[in-house]
């Protein structure tokens, strides 16, 4: 049989719906399969005694005779099933011995003791060699049972590899299950709720499947049939149900169809982690581009905003009119913070696509501070940045471009949330192997719910609107910029109001343990 699906061509690679001996047995009428053992058991002995007594007629010897019976019993035990039958031929044959070919004849009467001896060893034989021929035949049709079962697994296994999606694997498997056991078989799919939202079935005989989407919810289907899951502890894909009138429901069928399960959980487990890493190779496509796009978009923009930025700061000079100088500052500020802006793009599509270099040398850090402090006050208007820096020289490794771009970024957030006339100040502190940074404004500060989330990418704090409030760049790239170094960064609101945005750099390669 062919399954059709969207994508290719499965072939089903069906199992034959031969029953196996146990099935067979069961099936049978119990007083029939009584009856005919009972006959094969009369029939061996009479005809060892028959035998015996023609052995006797032609003067063999009595050890002839009594390997005939042992004889006899060995057929028995291979063509009657269990011990009981052997056993019970053992004790006719001890006995027909006694009662046909020992002195009184014709009764169990024993004139020579000797022969309870051979009885003894008779019997003995006779259920030894009975119970190692059930065992032997026993060991032959578990090993035929299993190889069927690994036979009939592996056929389930080929028709599973074949499907190319959750929903095909669903179909095969009540397919094969249902070929295998000769029983209606269904399979109850979950969604990404948990709910169980569509059911593939197959009738006992039939090689179509029906989908059906189910409603309602499958309590009262569930409760009609007996449930193999198709899970492990973290995921669940679905259960097939069996109708509880199919032919047996013994401990073997029950060990199979947990091992076809396995197969089924395996076979969609496969499916789904083919579909999240066709997911994450398209999203990583899509994340390539957007980075690609950005890059390119940025780099075109810096030129003429660098060029209108020039221009604007030349006007502001030359212009005397003061409503003019206005506009055109107002055009010069515009342009600085798209420029910066630009910077920060570029920065995210870097650390992005991992290229984000470090170069760390010693840099002092007054010279970093004073030129980040010099940039943002072009723009500051009114505002005060002052800055609080150690007497002495500090140097720290670091990469003083990306460093000051870091300051820099929080400086213009310090200064887009305060007040015209609130000061903003920077302060470095140095403490053991550590230098401190600490950009601290006077502002409205932030709802301590929003905190954790100030160096998320995109978010730009919804509680400190403002008309150049960006788009959540800024402190995501400080904060991969710090990381980068090996130092930290934290936010968080002032005991009387505004905000520390602060971070630390370590003097040394490797020492960054220790409290924030």
Not at 51 to 69: A, G, P
Not at 122 to 140: D, V
Not at 308 to 326: M, Q, T, V, W
Not at 446 to 458: G, I, N, Q, Y
Request: hydrophobic share 40%; glycine share 6%; with cysteine.
């Amino acid at each position: 049989m062919l399954l059709k699906t969207n994508s290719d061509i499965i072939e089903l690679s069906f199992i034959p719906t031969e029953k196996n001996d146990t099935m067979k047995l069961l099936k049978e009428n119990p007083k029939n399969a009584f009856a005919a053992q009972l006959g094969i058991t009369a029939a061996s002995m009479t005809a060892a005694t028959l035998l015996s007594m023609l052995f006797r007629s032609t003067d063999f010897s009595e050890s002839n005779i009594v390997v005939l019976y042992i004889l006899s019993v060995l057929m028995v035990s291979r063509f009657t099933r269990g011990y009981g039958w052997g056993i019970l031929a053992s004790v006719i044959g001890m006995f027909s011995f006694n009662f046909f070919f020992t002195e009184p004849y014709h009764t169990f009467h024993v004139y020579n003791r000797s022969y309870l001896v051979t009885f003894f060893v008779m019997l003995t034989a006779s259920i030894l060699t009975s119970a190692l021929t059930s065992k032997i035949l026993r060991s032959s049709q578990e090993a035929i049972r299993r190889e069927k079962q690994t036979n009939m697994l592996y056929r389930i296994t080929s028709s599973l590899a074949k499907a190319s999606s959750v929903n095909d694997v669903a179909t095969v498997s009540v397919q094969s299950i249902s070929n295998l056991l000769d029983c209606n078989v269904s399979c109850l799919l979950a969604d990404q709720n948990g709910r169980f939202s569509t059911r593939y079935g197959i009738r006992r005989g039939e090689r179509r499947v029906e989908v059906a989407t189910i409603t309602g919810g499958a309590e009262s289907f569930l409760q009609e049939n007996d449930i193999w899951p198709i899970a492990d502890r973290e995921h669940q894909y679905g259960l097939i149900c069996l109708s509880r009138d199919r032919a047996c429901d013994t401990v073997r069928q029950d060990s199979l169809l947990s091992a076809v399960c396995t197969q089924i959980f395996t076979a969609m487990e496969r499916e789904r982690l083919a579909e999240e890493k066709e997911r994450a190779k398209d999203e990583a496509e899509r994340e390539k581009f957007k980075s690609s796009l950005l890059r390119s978009i940025s780099h075109d923009l810096r030129t003429p905003l660098a060029g209108i930025a020039g221009s604007a700061e030349i006007l502001a000079y030359s212009l005397k009119d003061e409503e003019s100088r206005k506009l055109v500052q107002g055009i010069c500020d515009d342009a600085g913070w798209l420029t910066r802006m630009i910077e920060n793009i570029l920065s995210l599509t870097k650390i992005q696509e991992g290229k984000l270099l470090v170069n760390k040398k010693p840099e002092a850090v007054e010279e970093i501070v004073g030129e980040a402090v010099a940039r943002v006050a072009k723009y500051a208007d009114s505002r005060t940045i002052r800055p609080d820096i150690p007497g002495d020289v500090l140097f720290v490794p670091m990469d003083g471009k990306l460093i000051e771009q870091v300051l820099i970024n929080l400086l213009d957030n310090a200064v887009k949330h305060s007040g015209p006339e609130s000061p903003v100040s920077v302060q470095v502190r140095q403490e053991k192997e550590r230098v401190w940074f600490a950009v601290i404004d006077r502002g409205t500060g932030m709802d301590p719910k929003e905190l954790p989330k100030v160096f998320d990418l995109f978010y730009s704090g919804g509680s400190r609107a403002d008309s150049k409030r960006g788009i959540g760049l800024g402190l995501p790239i400080c904060r991969a910029i710090v990381n980068a170094h090996g130092g930290e960064i934290y936010a968080e609101n002032n005991p009387g109001r505004g905000m520390t945005l602060r971070f630390f750099l370590p003097l040394k390669e490797g020492a960054t343990d220790g409290n924030g």
